[in-house]
């Protein structure tokens, strides 16, 4: 979804600057910068075994000159006051769920998976930060959980983001949402 966008977006832009939040080992940032070589990548994770990982795999690629990865929550390490493309797979199981999840993923470290007691902690910081730092037209791709789509879509609007894209998976489940900035006047 998000490279359908940028492919046919900024397209005169000498660089475009993309920030992931929730980097994980990087394969979002680190595929799109693959694919799109004006593309600048700026990642973040709040734990250290992730922001590793990345970089090792930016490395690995052969983009890590156009792929930095930065410890620290959500957006506050990204060293860019704008961005064409913000990205993120947030934590959003909301904990509620936790027995109700295979055995493998209760392993899994709680902070990659649980947003909160509805899932939505992080989504609320990301449609608020994320509007600030973002050029105008810029856009925001976020993956959801379940019966997520509806009440983000809502939020989402009442900041001013306009939605450009839903993909929804094999499920059924509305699982990737891509939104457009757009100018708020107060």
Do not use: C
């Not at 799109?36 to 490395?59: C, M, T, Y």
């Not at 209760?106 to 007691?117: C, I, M, T």
């Not at 899932?119 to 993956?143: C, D, I, K, N, S």
């Amino acid at each position: 979804m998000v490279s359908d966008h940028l492919s046919k977006r900024w397209t005169k832009q000498e660089k475009i600057h993309l920030g992931e939040v929730g980097v994980g080992s990087g394969v979002i940032g680190i595929t799109l910068a693959s694919l799109f070589p004006k593309l600048w990548v700026h990642g973040s994770d709040i734990a250290e075994e992730p922001v590793l990982q990345a970089r090792e795999n930016a490395d690995l690629l052969g983009v890590s000159n156009r792929v930095h990865i930065f410890q620290g929550d959500l957006l506050a390490p990204l060293p860019f006051a704008q961005y064409h493309v913000l990205v993120s797979n947030p934590p959003y199981i909301p904990e509620r769920d936790l027995v109700e999840l295979a055995p493998d993923v209760q392993r899994e470290p709680h902070v990659a998976l649980f947003g909160g007691p509805d899932g939505l902690r992080y989504y609320h910081r990301l449609l608020t930060e994320g509007h600030e730092r973002l050029y105008p037209q810029g856009f925001l791709a976020v993956e959801v959980g379940k019966d997520q789509a509806a009440v983000l879509q809502n939020i989402a609007e009442h900041i001013g983001w306009r939605l450009l894209d839903m993909r929804i998976d094999f499920n059924g489940i509305a699982r990737t949402l891509l939104w457009e900035k757009q100018e708020t006047f107060l």
